[in-house]
Structure formats: C-alpha cells, structure tokens
C-alpha cells in the first residue's frame, strides 16, 4: 500500500515536470508551427545557470534569476535565428533548432565541464517531506517531515513496520508546476495579453490587422516557454542530476509526450506527462521478468528458452523503452495522438 | 524554357561520372598512408550513408532524426552473417556481406517505415526520434544480438581467396568499398530520374496535388523510405567490414544527428550535396576531433550560420558561382569576395580564440594558464588579453556586417547585370 502512494506520489511529480516542460513546447508549437528541438537544452541551461546562480546568491533567488536569463536567451533566439528562418518552412525551423541542441550542448561543457555539477536543494528541501509508517498492528499513518528512526524499528520480531519517506524536493517539484500551471491558465484566459495570445494562436492575420505587434507576442511566447523550461531545469536539476546529458534524457521524453499527447493540445500533453511519468516510476520499481512470473504462475518455461534475454529481461529493465513502445502503438491505433484534433 | 537536356549537358555529366570514378580509382595511389587509406574507405561508406538519407530529406522532404537505425542495424545483420556463413562451406562470399547489410536495412525499414511514413513533416521527424532511442535502448537490453558494451567482432579474412582477393590488406577493402559506393551512387542517382523519384519530389512539395492526380503520398513515401533503407545498409555493411566491429554506437542518436548535419552541409537540394557532406564528415570526425576538443561546437555553429544564410548547404553556394563565372561576371566580385574572406577569416579567428581560451580553463588550467594558439601566447589569466580579445571580436564582428552588406549589394548587381542579358537574349530577334 504505501509502495503504491509513494511510487504514484513519485510518478505524479515527475509527470508535472514533464508536463511543465511539455506545455511551453505545445504553446510555442500551436502558436508557431515550430516544435522546439531545443526545449531541453533550455532545460539544461535553466538547471546550470541555476546552480551558478545558486551559488553567488542562494537556491531562492536562483529560482527567479535562472528563468528569467533562459527566457531572454530563449527570445533572442527566437528574435535573430529563428524568425529569420520562418521564411524558408518548417524544416529549417526544426533543423536551426536542432542545431542549437549541438550549440547549447557544447557551451554547457565549455563553462561547466563535462561531469555532472553538485547541484543541491537548500536545506529546507533536504530530507523527506512525509513519511508514511505502516505499522502492522497500528495501520498506517502519516508523519511530517523525517521520523525518528526507533519509530522503524520493531522492538519484537512479531511487529512489522515499513517507513516510506516522500522526498521534500519532489513535494515541492509538485507545488511549483501546480502553481505555475494555475498561472499560466489564469493569465491566457483571463488577461488581455492572454487573449492577445489566444487570439495569434488561431487568428495572426486579424490580430495584426487589429493593431498587435504578432511577431512580438511570438517572441514573447517563446521566452517564456524557454523560461518555463528554465524553471524547470531549476527544479529537476537540484532534485535529480545536472550533467550535460540531462537535456538527451528528458528531451526525447518530451518528445513523445507531446505527440503521444496530441501535437498542440495542451490537455492531451497534461494526460501523457502524468501518464509516461507513472507508468516509468512504477515500472523501474518493478522487478518481474517474464521467466519469475511464469514461475510463480507454476509454469516452467522450456530449457531452451531458460536464461535468454526474454525470460530474463526485468520490467524495471525495458523501463526506458516504454515511453516509446507508448509512443509506437499510440501511431498505430490513433495517429492524431490522445487528444489531438488534426491529423498531421 | 524547355527542361529538356541537351546534349551538352549530357556529354558533361557523362564526363562528370568518369572523372568521379577516376578519382575513387586513382585516390589511393595518390594519398597512400594508412591513415588516408583508412579515411577513404570511411568517406565511400558516409557516401552511401548520406545520399541514401538525401532520398528521404532532400528529394522526399522527410526529416528522419533515425537514420541510423538502418545503417547501424545493417552493420549488425552483417557482421553476423559474416560470422556465420562465411567460414563454413558453401561459404558466402565476403565482397557479398554488404548486400546482405543491405537486405537487413530493407527489412528493417520495411517494418519501421510501415509507422514512420504514415505521417509526414514534424510528425514525422518526431517517430522516427522515438524510434531511434526505442532501437538504441534495446540494444543496451538484448547482449544476444547487439553485443552488449563490447560490441560484435568479426574478421573478413575468412573463407578461400577469390581471385587472389583475401581482404587482408586495408586497400582491397577500400577497392570493394570504392566498386559499392560508385554502383550505389549510379543506382540512386538513377532512381532521382525514375518515375517514382520524380513523385517523391511532388510528393515534397505538394502531396495534396498528388492525391489528386490518383496516387498515394504515403504509398510513394513508404516505398522510397524502403529503398533509402537498403542502401543505408549497404553502407553498414561496408562499415562492419572495415571495421570488423560493430557496437551499439552505431544506431545512436549521435551517428544519426552527423547524417543529418552533413547532409544539410553539403546540401539537400542537389543531387551530390550530401558527397560532399559525407568527405566534410569525415575530415571533421578524423581530422578536426583531433585538432581541438570545442570540434561539435565549431560544427554546430556553422550550421546555425548554414540554416540562416545558406539553406542549400555547399552544393548550392557552388552552383551559384558557377552560374556566374560560366556569365563571366565573377571577376567582377573578387575584391568584395577577397574582403568577405578576409573578415569571415578574422572572426572564425577571434571566435576560436575566446572558445579555445575558455576551454583551456575549464580542462587544462592544471597545464598552467598560457595557451599556444596558432602561434600566439594566450594567458588565460590576464584582464588584458581577455579584454582585447573581446574588443577584436567587436571589430572583427563589425566589419564582417559591413563587408556583407557590401558584397550582398555587388552580388545583387551582377545577378541583376545577368538577368538583364538573359531578358534580353530572349526578346532579341
């Protein structure tokens, strides 16, 4: 029971940074046609300017500056690269943005090198935030912050008590992507910017006939959703590892995300972040392989098969390849993605 | 305009074809060392490699971030058959290993186009991503097939020697390896002219119109998807038998970003772009890896610069002065062209300068703070030489815009100058 709060606890705030990094790659895509290759990369510099940050002026400030110094990078790409491909279609705008993947790639390992940087927490996000106690006669109950570790151990061999600790950075992974989200919507459906957005996304023609500068709104979008992606990196990278293979790892991840999503649905990106985020959290805790539940079912495999990669194979093993079997037979049984409404 | 060619044209390409054989013959003699023997055979497979993936970007309009996927996955089938067929009796011939890479990439993309090629354009490009990391994940998972870390080795010196050819010295190897790359080119240069090549172009710029006149976009994307897979093998094939290791770099997501960084270097839109992609490739992954370690950003710089200002990549750069040398207007534009170079060369110079300064201190400040570039004492340590490197890359930036702005306005004079002529060639009676 608290193996399954937790891990749906863990998968849940792993799904919310997928999804807030999901959701300013669908805005800037839906609103520009552009699917940013370089979202993660963004990603990856919020998490190093982050700890750079961090380290003059402290964890708090870093999660204001860091953001802010992605975004405004994220605008001038925007405003001297890639406005100036639009002209020539989509694939140059795909293909520039892949090309700054290689670029951000290499200048994050000229300035931080090429091993993962000592990013962490502040203090007061070290530790567990809760921890759930399993006591097999007193049930199960929640416990603020850390427990004293003579609360784990059964003094007599015939109590069985399990603590699970809830991480504090994961805790606070979920507040901010909540928060930022609630902000995002309130500011595209009850401000006028937002609807100046709303109104590009669908209209750009009569939103530049009305007197808005369109261009601008595009490049203001794609700063925030760099910044978006910048906070982030803040947060994953003090929480899991900043290292220069960071943006690889969640980049593909997104990737699928938003197109097992529904390329530029915003809800169908929430659905797939929670949903690769749990399913990959439950499943590299998993370690069943076809051979141990054959077994356990009473059933023998043959001798020839015994010991081959298939009966071997663990489910916490095919973890990383789940996202993309997801994505495989997501395009097999529903191309247009989970809620998507085009076909591409 | 009739698009018709003429017999010219004819007669020059027929040139062209020769002096390219000659060339791939004759190389060998000329650079003769190991190593350039070596890195001759490694530009015959990257030939093969990036024309076959042109088929999907340049002439299909399919960006695939997977294309190593085929390659890589040819090289494997490959290197098995060569462990497997090759030493026993009857005994598969080496020289016919990559055909068999080849039938392997077929199959593969056979299976994998089958979800690909449904979609086209971003979509597109974002399967064959997944794709790409599903296929790299697994080789890490199944040590059966893909060799776990180590890789799967071979040895091509097995078998009876056909016709004294043992594939024991690396120069018979880069013969087998220049005959596949010439017949391959031919074979896809061909397929441009085939029916089916020309509605894989329609099928690029307008699929709905070709819906239109009766046939399916994604029939045509599928079957060309297929045909880039075999040749893509071929070139695997090639490469495990080079190599005579195979590990599972070669489908990485790395290997299939360089074919599709070179390709666009060397340019999408014309037939022999992507040769000149595949020699570029070469020359950076050998030469330039090991002139400086900051190489990828170097790569990835230029081409930003490419996508912005160039987007189709050297072949188009060199057909446009062809164009205007063959109207005689080049002399004309050398002294703008000098100057161009000149502050294009300063600014690459101040540029990797500041990268290399900056790479000293992060990965050799243990070898002191002084850095020898091109000649030229750097230390790392001093104000003054960071700051008059900045202010040099200020002006050199500067004139850099200035000369351009300079040489766009000539350029656009002598076109202008050109199509006058050309208006009035034609109106003349």
């Known amino acids: 029971m608290e193996f399954f709060l937790i891990s749906s606890l863990n998968g849940l705030s792993y799904g919310l940074l997928l999804f807030m990094l999901s959701s300013g790659l669908t805005l800037i895509f839906s609103m520009m046609g552009v699917l940013n290759f370089a979202h993660a990369s963004f990603y990856m510099l919020g998490a190093y ?255 020839s098969w015994q010991g081959t990669t298939l009966a071997r194979l663990t489910i916490a093993q095919v973890a990383p390849i789940l996202p993309y079997l997801l994505l495989v037979l997501i395009l097999i049984f529903r191309p247009r993605g989970l809620l998507g409404s085009r076909e591409g | 305009m009739s698009t018709a060619p003429y017999a010219g044209a004819r007669w020059g390409s027929i040139w062209l074809w020769l002096a390219f054989a000659i060339a791939m013959l004759a190389m060998p003699r000329i650079f003769d060392s190991g190593l350039s023997i070596t890195m001759l055979s490694q530009m015959g497979i990257a030939i093969i490699a990036c024309l076959s993936y042109n088929m999907l970007l340049g002439q299909g309009g399919m960006l695939s971030f997977g294309h190593a996927v085929y390659t890589g996955l040819g090289a494997f089938v490959a290197i098995h058959a060569l462990n497997a067929w090759c030493a026993g009796s009857p005994a598969l011939p080496v020289s016919l290993v990559p055909l068999i890479g080849g039938l392997a990439g077929m199959g593969f993309a056979m299976l994998f186009g089958y979800v690909t090629t449904r979609k086209s354009g971003t979509t597109f490009a974002m399967i064959t991503l997944g794709l790409a990391e599903l296929v790299f994940a697994m080789s890490l998972m199944v040590p059966e097939f893909f060799g776990g870390e180590g890789g799967v080795s071979g040895n091509r010196v097995v078998g009876a020697p056909v016709l004294g050819i043992s594939y024991g010295p690396a120069v018979q190897v880069y013969y087998l390896i220049a005959l596949y790359t010439l017949v391959c080119v031919v074979l896809m240069y061909a397929f441009t002219q085939t029916p089916l090549g020309r509605l894989l172009n329609a099928v690029r710029d307008n699929p709905e119109r070709v819906e239109f006149i009766g046939y399916n976009p994604q029939r045509i994307r599928y079957t060309a998807f297929i045909i880039a897979g075999f040749f893509a093998g071929i070139s695997g094939g090639l490469g495990a038998l080079n190599f005579e290791i195979v590990n599972a770099e070669v489908v990485g997501a790395a290997r299939s970003g360089a074919y599709l960084l070179f390709t666009f270097l060397g340019g999408a839109t014309f037939f022999f772009g992507p040769i000149i992609g595949a020699v570029l490739m070469v020359l950076a992954f050998v030469m330039l890896s090991e002139l400086t370690k900051a190489w990828l950003l170097y790569l990835g710089a230029v081409f930003m610069l490419m996508v912005m200002y160039a987007p189709g990549g050297l072949a188009s750069l060199i057909m446009l002065n062809v164009r205007l040398a063959r109207h005689g207007k080049m002399r004309a534009l050398l002294p703008a062209y000098g100057l161009l170079a000149l502050s294009v060369s300063g600014c690459a110079l101040g540029f990797s300068a500041l990268v290399e300064m900056v790479y000293h201190r992060q990965l050799d400040a243990a070898m002191g703070p002084v850095l020898r570039f091109l000649g030229l004492a750097l230390d790392t340590s001093s104000v003054l030489h960071w700051s008059g490197l900045l202010v040099y890359l200020g002006v050199a930036i500067r004139s850099f815009a200035w000369t351009r702005r300079r040489f766009a306005l000539q350029w656009n004079v002598q076109h202008q100058i050109m199509e006058d002529e050309r208006l009035r060639a034609a109106t003349a009676p």
């Open chain 1, 49 to 303: 300017v982050g700890y750079s940050v961090a380290q003059l002026a402290g964890f708090w400030p870093a999660m204001v500056i860091a953001p802010l110094l992605v975004g405004a990078l994220g605008a001038l790409f925007e405003r001297y690269c890639l406005r100036r491909v639009h002209k020539f279609g989509h694939v140059p705008e795909l293909l520039i943005t892949f090309g700054m993947t290689y670029v951000v790639l290499e200048v994050v390992q000229l300035v931080w090198g090429r091993i993962a940087v000592d990013f962490a927490p502040p203090a007061l996000l070290q530790g567990p935030a809760f921890t759930l106690v399993n006591h097999s006669v007193a049930g199960l109950s929640v416990h603020w912050g850390a427990v004293a570790p003579a609360m784990c151990n059964a003094a007599d061999a015939a109590l069985r008590i399990v603590c699970s600790p809830f991480p504090a950075t994961r805790g606070f992974m979920m507040l901010v992507a909540i928060t930022m989200l609630a902000s995002i919507w309130l500011l595209l459906t009850r401000t006028r910017v937002g609807l100046v957005i709303q109104a590009a996304l669908t209209h750009p023609d009569a939103v530049e006939s009305l007197g808005h500068n369109v261009p601008r709104v595009f490049m203001l979008v794609f700063g925030a959703g760099a910044a978006l992606a910048g906070l982030a990196g803040v947060i994953g990278g003090s929480t899991f590892l900043t290292e220069p293979a960071m943006a690889a790892t969640v980049g593909s991840i997104v990737f699928v995300v938003v197109v097992v999503g529904g390329l530029g649905s915003l809800s169908g990106a929430f659905i797939a972040s929670l949903l690769i985020g749990i399913v990959q959290t439950f499943a590299v805790s998993l370690d069943y392989s076809l051979g141990s539940v054959l077994a356990s079912a009473g059933m023998a495999m043959a001798p």
